[in-house]
């Protein structure tokens, strides 16, 4: 076989993608909320040294990158997605020689470093906003939304906030103006109208991509082009938060330009964007032909119940909206603005069955067509903690997700304080990470099982998808890419199933045995189940309830 002649060899982009598929399309990424990591200073509060402190158990789990959450200085008004300054470490965290140091050990170690950014708004405490609102005629003036209020003090239109839902404005008493805030009033918006105010947010990616960070969790950047009238919201829609309703052409100017920023970096940087527009055709748009964002989130099948139509739904809304446009998915069941999938399916079981849902919900995560995100945690089976009334800090109500870590058994768990930041999760003693690695039946093991099935199988990695009706209770489908494929089903009924899988029957006869379709069982999720299933032509089995099988051919 003579080496392929680089003059000749098909360089189309579609060519390239096969061959060498970028590695935001093969990862698995393991989001990293900072606060709630591990703490090593004292003080309650999760740090980078304590990331550092545990990047080998990121590798020994199999994930291949991480996003971490906002670590810039912040006074802390919605934990640190109010930033004060975009382009420094608060002090809570480290600084910049230890991003540095992190970055650094994450790539020795093969991890990329996704961070987040946050383009929509600043901290009130902000230098940019301090200026703003100095004075009418401030320089700065314009880089925030300022409004006349109404003449009896009535907000300039009808937008909802999106944490608390009170009013999108807020009056400033240092010249009787209102600002806009989509979030916390401690949360005025940029005005992405003005040009300065997108060289200036330009200007604090080109900082980090210039540190070597490959990519950016993009914060509600849907929002970044408003109607430049400031129009009122339809009457029927009074009340929902402007981060649901708002879909701009303006934005998609805009993420063109970011997107060539970014691209013109050397080493395949990525943005992938927080689009927290609940319809998946809406989420698509912000891919734009290959030319906006990388990678958007889709939150649909983070509020998909467990149940087989749901999920049904929600992976051919997918592939409807997003295989014709050439745009790469990623799923995501947990992060750290909602309850915990293991919290969230768990309603209503019984215990047993709700740790069986969430040993199932990992097998799924990580068979879908795309990028799939890991919440810290939920290899660990977490659910939310209880947060009394004394101990809340999130004025939205998503402390229970944010819960610490816990690394041991040990009364401190592993960080240097018993008293974190909010109370430890249910079962911190059991479901932490030194007792789970102790025991090869546990969760965090088939996280890495099937972690490591995804590296070795590119039907996992780059393969199509092919869902099969087997079933009402049955979420089914086939991961295929050349001579490798794999099916996966899902029971998501409440009983146990007899399932029957008839294969083609001339493709049985073949006489070469390579080509003869048949199915072994490579993971179950259930605890203790390794490989009971025979080769098979005809593969037939009992799947329990809240089973989730892999099969080989
Ligand atoms: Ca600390």
Not at 135 to 153: E, L, M
Not at 194 to 212: I, K, N, Q, S
Not at 291 to 317: G, I, Q, Y
Not at 454 to 471: F, I, K, N
Request: hydrophobic share 40%.
């Amino acid at each position: 076989m003579s080496p392929t002649d680089p003059n000749t060899a098909d360089r189309s982009p579609a060519a390239r993608k096969m061959a060498d598929p970028a590695w935001w399309t093969t990862c698995v990424a393991y989001q990293i909320y900072p606060r709630s990591f591990c703490d090593t200073t004292g003080n309650g509060i999760g740090d980078l040294a304590g990331i550092r402190a545990h990047l080998d158990h990121l590798s020994w789990l199999g994930v291949d990158a991480i996003w971490l959450s906002p670590f810039f200085t912040s006074p802390m008004a919605d934990a640190g997605y109010d930033v004060a300054d975009f382009c420094d470490v608060d002090p809570l965290f480290g600084d910049l020689d230890e991003f540095d140091q992190l970055l650094s050990e994450a790539h020795q170690r093969g991890l990329k470093v996704i961070i987040d950014w946050v383009p929509n708004h600043t901290s009130i405490e902000h230098p940019w906003f301090a200026e703003s609102r100095s004075s009418t005629d401030n320089a700065k003036r314009d880089w925030y939304v300022w409004r006349n209020p109404g003449p009896s003090g009535e907000p300039p239109n009808n937008w909802t906030e999106s944490l608390t839902f009170g009013p999108a404005w807020t009056t400033d008493d240092t010249t009787g103006q209102a600002y806009l805030h989509c979030f916390l009033p401690e949360q005025p918006d940029l005005n992405w109208d003005h040009p300065a105010v997108e060289a200036a947010l330009h200007d604090t990616l080109r900082f980090w991509l210039d540190r070597g960070v490959d990519g950016f969790r993009m914060d509600v950047v849907h929002l970044i082009g408003k109607d430049p009238d400031l129009a009122d919201v339809a009457p029927e829609l009074v009340g929902l938060p402007q981060v649901v309703l708002n879909n701009r052409p303006e934005t998609h100017e805009r993420l063109r330009r970011i997107r060539s920023l970014i691209d013109a970096y050397p080493g395949d940087r990525m943005a992938i964007g927080e689009i927290y527009l609940l319809d998946t055709e809406q989420v698509a748009s912000h891919y734009g032909s290959n030319d906006e964002l990388h990678l958007c989130f889709n939150f649909p099948p983070l509020f998909a119940k467990f149940d087989a139509e749901s999920w049904r739904t929600v992976m051919d809304d997918t592939v409807a909206s997003l295989d014709p446009i050439g745009a790469w998915p990623t799923w995501v069941l947990s992060n750290h603005d909602n309850p915990r999938h293991a919290t969230r399916y768990a309603k209503g079981q019984e215990p047993n069955d709700a740790a069986a849902r969430a040993r199932a919900a990992a097998v799924l995560l990580l068979t879908l067509r795309g990028t799939p995100f890991v919440f810290a945690g939920e290899e660990l089976g977490l659910t939310d903690a209880e947060v009394p009334e004394g101990r809340r800090h999130d004025p939205a109500g998503r402390d229970g997700c944010r819960a610490p870590i816990p690394w041991d058994a040990t009364p401190n768990h592993g960080w240097a304080t018993g008293t974190p930041w909010l109370p430890w999760p249910p079962e911190a003693t059991a479901r932490n990470v030194d007792t789970l690695r102790q025991d090869p039946n546990s969760i965090l093991w088939l996280y890495r099982e099937v972690l490591a099935l995804r590296r070795s199988r590119p039907a996992l990695r780059v393969g199509d998808l092919q869902r099969w009706d087997l079933h009402p209770d049955v979420l089914a489908f086939r991961r295929g890419t050349g001579h490798d494929a794999l099916l996966v089903l899902v029971n998501m009924g409440n009983d146990d199933l007899d399932v029957h899988l008839d294969l083609d029957p001339d493709a049985a006869r073949d006489p070469d045995p390579d080509h003869r379709p048949s199915w072994t069982m490579v993971c179950s999720s259930v605890e203790g189940v390794t490989d009971p299933a025979t080769t098979a032509v005809v593969w037939s089995s009992r799947l329990r309830r809240n089973e989730a099988v892999i099969l080989g051919q």
